[in-house]
């Protein structure tokens, strides 16, 4: 006789190999959108540093 932690298990892997193709596509849709927001942070973060750095760099 299964457990019911088995069948629970079961159920749940099943599920989501089931629907994934529904969910899946969202999944990607948003880790892209994360990375490139990522992206811009880091890039006006380095954008900023940068300036900073010219801006303290003694002229002459």
């Known amino acids: 006789m299964p457990h019911k932690l088995d069948t629970a ?12 193709p529904l969910w899946l596509a969202d999944v990607e849709l948003w880790g892209r959108a994360l990375v490139l927001l990522g992206g811009v942070v880091l890039l006006g973060l380095r954008i900023a ?11 002459g």
């Open 9 to 20: 298990f079961d159920g749940t892997a099943a599920m989501a190999a089931i629907t994934a």
């Open 49 to 59: 540093i940068a300036w900073r750095e010219l801006r303290r760099e003694p002229r």
